[in-house]
């Protein structure tokens, strides 16, 4: 019997971290040849996680570009892909989540007419605006994809409620819980050197990040003035703020929090630094996705910089909380987690939502069970 070939896509450092695992899974399976080609919409982040994961692209389009658009972005995925396509013929093409490499690559396979599976299928705000581009990515995504990779049970509904067939749409779990159990050590040292003497014994560390579109301008700075606050009333905090490399979010950081005692400014750490780093804070505060279903799986209260998230589950059972970015109500919600032991503890032990490790297994059971119907193998 002829292999399914299948072509997994991905372009930025959280698609390559939730599709390692998934890649991997691939790998193992003799009824299935898999490759990858990478978009490296994000080159330098990209590499870090090709590398810490063993993976090697059988494409890669490398398109990034300075102070691109995202009509550049899409428009050399575009043309990128549909020459890949032609020569290898993929029975099935695999994107993830969100974002422009994501929404590009199912339209450049719908154009050829090759069958779509999404990874991470369903997550909405139902606002086209936020996070903007990312809620209309998913949902374009979806609308021409031909299987549906739901992380939770309400990512589901979201995709029944559109219209979406049932029999298209497969419960998982989130990969990024799997690839976890690769980064995650207990004796893990850091390789960055600040990170090394930070004392997360005695310390409260607050891991931060916050890069968002919507959040640029005032909400950054909303974020930074009340970091000042936070560690000049809590003498016990700390903070690691993880500073994003466009130069809108890192001037205005470095601005307020330069030299401040207790503050330490780093760069994006690879995956492996980021995951450990996690694992020993005290708490979170980020605008991210990922970190929403990344730090509760390893008992860390999530204070989230946005008005709106697409994952409505972690709020509900507890790990997250919604927050914005008036300066009070941070201030408000950091003071409440660093002082109140019963409120810390009641977000550090919820259940989360985003499943058990045994997402990638999941979704390639799903794919070859729907071989012979929806592949004509």
């Known amino acids: 019997m002829d292999k399914l070939k299948i072509i997994t896509i991905f372009g930025t450092r959280p698609e390559a971290i939730k599709m390692a695992p998934l890649i ?4 193992k399976r003799e009824e299935i040849e898999s490759l990858v080609c990478v978009t490296a919409q994000h080159r330098d982040m990209l590499d870090q996680v090709l590398d810490l994961f063993h993976i090697k692209p059988d494409y890669d389009l490398n398109i990034m570009k300075s102070k691109q658009s995202l009509t550049g972005i899409t428009t050399r995925v575009l043309e ?25 690559g199912a339209l450049a396979a719908f154009y050829q007419q090759i069958k779509i599976g999404h990874v991470e299928a369903g997550l909405r705000t139902f606002d086209k605006y936020f996070p903007f581009p990312e809620e209309m990515n998913r949902k374009l995504t979806g609308t021409m994809a031909d299987l549906h990779f739901a992380p939770t049970k309400g990512s589901k509904d979201n995709l029944l409620r559109e219209g979406i067939d049932e029999n298209k749409i497969f419960v998982t779990g989130n990969t990024v819980i799997d690839a976890m159990n690769y980064t995650v050590k207990e004796d893990y040292e850091f390789t960055n050197e600040e990170l090394k003497h930070i004392d997360y014994k005695n ?41 994003h490399l466009n130069p809108i979010v890192k001037d205005v950081v470095y601005k307020y929090l330069e030299g401040k005692e207790r503050i330490h400014l780093l760069p994006p750490l690879d995956t492996e630094e980021t995951h450990n780093l996690m694992n020993k804070c005290y708490m979170v505060m980020t605008d991210s996705g990922g970190l929403q279903e990344e730090a509760p799986h390893l008992g860390k209260p999530v204070l989230v910089l946005r008005d709106v998230t697409e994952r409505p589950e972690a709020v509900e059972a507890g790990t997250v909380k919604l927050i914005g970015t008036d300066y009070n109500s941070i201030v408000a919600n950091a ?22 490790g045994f997402a990638s297994k ?14 004509k193998i």
Not at 81 to 99: A, I, N, R, S
Not at 340 to 352: L, Q
């Open 24 to 27: 991997k899974e691939l790998e």
């Open 80 to 104: 990128g892909l549909e020459e890949v396509f032609q020569k290898e013929k993929p029975e099935l093409v695999l994107v993830h989540g969100d974002t422009s490499t994501t929404m590009t």
């Open 203 to 243: 310390k409260k560390i607050i891991m931060i990040t916050a890069h968002r579109r919507e959040n640029w301008g005032q909400g950054i700075e909303n974020v930074c003035k009340s970091i000042l606050e936070i560690t000049e009333k809590n003498k016990d905090a700390e903070v690691v703020y993880l500073v």
């Open 335 to 356: 003071n409440e987690l660093l002082n109140n032991k019963e409120v810390y503890e009641k977000m550090s032990k919820a259940v989360n939502p985003y499943g058990d």
């Open 362 to 375: 999941r979704i390639v059971d799903s794919i070859l069970n729907k071989k012979c119907e929806e592949f």
